[in-house]
């Protein structure tokens, strides 16, 4: 039987005769780009030709969603389900592995690192400037926005008791036979803050497509990893670059409520870069119900309620506010403006700047209730603000995989912490604050 190391290893061998191999032509890895007639690596538009093929968009780990609160599972739907890996994520069992996601993060960091390795053999130039370093820093941010995926599941939740704990693997180099060690919880996130800081010299201020990196994405990206490791400070700086570049939010109340698919991503000017989960069980849209919680959130004029969900006939819900535009279990987890201005209101409240954080969530929020309904919260109590705050990211980002990072960095919270609990078969299972099943293991541990 071929363990896992080694069924990694002949699937990455095959992507590397893909990308060189000079014979090969119409390869499923090439496919999807723009001119795909890409049979050997010759200069910048063949990287760019690889960077933009869609597996760098998608296929980002499900197991953040499967295992957060947005939604439950009816007894009968969880016990019918095929795969047992995703009944295991959705109960935290201690069964429970994260191959899948460990594998399709670490194919994408295996390309990353191939266009990097090929930049260096390639000389840059006056006139090819603006190219190279667009296709040097979209895989600098692309490798880095993988790691941050993998550390939210791998490793431990950021904190000062933390640091040295194990992290990920920080994969730099395209070579397979190198020995997979995996850095301390610091170094883990040191490199994805560096690599950041090194691709927002590099690309360009504004998305041209939403499926390419930007110098907004990189910082909406750095403010999504300063949050997570509680630097609020950096946190709400890197927010404001971001929005500093592009701030475009969408009123909701150019949206119909009624369509089965609200959000068309070509449409969704909101999206700074584009991004989804790989399909899973627990996702599907005719098993998957809203959690009846977050759904008593959402007042009589939140335009969300209506855009974001749709009752079923048994009077429960289900999700169709998919940034993706579809109405699947691929589900967008990208950057979005939105997230910037709950990410800039949080850390405000946090550094007590209440003024500028609700000048922040008014500034969202008046986009999301209907025309003339909204009224602007003006909170002095730092506590009342937070709560508010961290209500509204549950609604805004629902079904983004959001939830799963904000559940890590509030167990570390006296006051915020939460137990969840589902029932299924007569039988209750919970997911403790701070429990080793918010860290998914492997088959077999590199």
Known sequence: MVNFHDYD??????????????????????????????????????????????????????AAQIGGDDYYLTSADWSSMINS?????????????GDDEWYYCYKKIFEHNIVLEELQKIKRTEANKEEYNQIKGSALFLRSYSFYHLAELFAPQYSPRTLNDQGIVLRVASDINAPSVRASVEETYERIIKDCLEAQSLLPK??????????????????????????????????DSSLSYYNYLLDYNSLDTLATVPFIPQANTEIVFQSVIRGSSPMLPSICKVDTVLLALYGRD??????????NADGSHRFKGNYNGTRTDILFNGLAVDEMYL?????????????????????????????????????????AALALIIDERRKELAFRSARWSDLR??????GLRDTIVRKLNNKQYELLPNSNQYILELTEQP
């Open 9 to 62: 290893k002949i699937r990455l061998l095959l992507v590397l005769l893909i990308v060189t191999t000079v014979n090969i032509s119409c390869s499923r890895f090439l496919e999807a780009t723009p001119d795909s007639n890409l049979n050997t690596i010759s200069g910048l538009a063949d990287l760019q030709k690889l960077l933009d093929h869609s597996s760098h968009n998608a296929e980002y780990p499900a």
């Open 85 to 97: 890996n995703d009944k295991n994520l959705h109960i935290w069992s201690e069964d429970a592995v």
């Open 206 to 239: 504004t998305k041209v497509f939403n499926t390419r990196p930007s110098r907004a994405a990189v910082w909406a990206l750095l403010a999504k990893v300063y949050l997570a490791t509680a630097n609020y400070e950096l946190a709400a700086q890197s927010a």
């Open 302 to 311: 939140d335009l969300r309620r209506k855009l974001f969900y749709q009752r």
């Open 343 to 383: 990410i800039s209101a949080e850390c405000n409240v946090r550094l007590d700047k209440l003024s500028a954080a609700m000048a922040d969530i008014n500034a969202l929020l008046v986009k999301r209730y209907a025309r003339d309904t909204y009224v602007p919260y003006e909170i002095r109590d730092k506590y």
């Open 409 to 414: 960095r509030f167990n570390l919270e006296e």
